[in-house]
């Protein structure tokens, strides 16, 4: 079987360093915010290019604590991007603010200003993009439509560690930027983790305070904050992860080189191929719109598919009060996506196997 990710195998390759980083942590006795924490933030900070990383509990954290320092009025808009994950949108209704959902770009399926523009009210205080997939969405001209309005700029990078825009990374992109680390994406720790990347000295002052009980000093509570810290194991495996992530979306990229050079089915409408390079392909994501006897087919030939995301946001039971909304092309891409095995591990042979396999599907 060639799984579509195994997260034994892509740690495998690092194990030795990761141990020794366990046990550095271990015999140092000093588990959470110390030197781990402060080396890992310094070097995410300058391998996105930006002035500062605060590392935090996990990407859902992450982007809670960047709408929680921007203290907004309850009640704001905040326009995201209703093809995407649901920790996107879950900080911003747990915090009082509303959510206007956004078509996506029907070519790249994120968020761009065409479908922003249109919703921009006298109550939207910000713009929340996801790269989706690890492609950056195309910034200029958001970046052009906050500036025109007064709005907030915020990524949510947890798909997009090192992807590049116009020569600049992912999480320098906004006014700040929330990154995962969770074990499945591109840079991921062996349990939850995450960072706040931004430029904004007082901003990044903010959510240093909330993520430690609103305390810089011990037993000083400045405001009202919450626990949620990156913890010294999880900073010293993410500095192992770190020094790699480069090689590892090298790879990533010339697997999707090869599959959009390659794979030739008339069902399947593949990624654009315009940005090989600067997309880091977190996922592979293709459309069939017969995609359950497709995914059967590749399972009885022992591939692995996996569908980001089955259920779209809006249509969630969480989100009941949504339902009424009519985002076709959002619902339509949730009935039809599925996700190829691309990862670190993959071999050229499976690779090989798995194009071939595609190209005679009977589906
Ligand atoms: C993974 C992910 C998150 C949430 O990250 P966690 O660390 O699991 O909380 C948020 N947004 C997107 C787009 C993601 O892929």
Sequence with gaps: ????????????????????????VLSSGWFVLGHEVEAFETGFAAYCGVKHCIGVGNGLEAIHLIFKAMNFPEGSEIIVPANTYIATILPITALGLTPVWAEPDPRTYTLAAPQIEPLITEKTRAI?????????????????????????????????????????????????????????KNLGALGDAGGVVTNDDELAHQVRLLRNYGSEQKY????????????????????????????????????????????????????????????????FVVRHPQREAFMTYLRQKNIGTVIHYPVAPHQQDAYREYRYLDLPLTEQLHREVLSLPLNTVLTDAEADYIIETINESPY
Excluded at 234 to 255: G, P
């Design 1 to 24: 079987m060639i799984p579509h990710l195994d997260l034994r195998q892509v740690n495998q390759p690092y194990a030795e360093a990761l141990q020794a980083a366990a046990c550095r």
């Design 220 to 283: 000083i509570h400045r405001i009202p904050g919450m626990n949620s810290r990156l913890d010294e194991l999880q900073a010293a495996f993410l500095r192992v992860k770190l020094s790699h992530l480069d090689a590892d979306n090298r790879r990533r990229q010339a697997l999707a080189a090869r599959y959009l050079a390659e794979i030739h089915h008339p069902s399947l409408q593949m990624p654009p191929a315009d940005a090989i390079d600067q997309d880091v392909w977190h996922l």
């Design 128 to 184: 929340v993009v996801v790269h989706l997939y690890g492609r950056c969405c195309d910034m200029a001209p958001i970046e052009e439509l906050a500036r025109k309005y007064n709005l907030k700029l915020i990524e949510d990078a947890a798909q997009a560690h090192g992807a590049t825009y116009q020569n600049r990374k992912a999480g320098n992109l906004s006014d700040a930027a929330a990154f995962s680390f969770y074990p499945t």
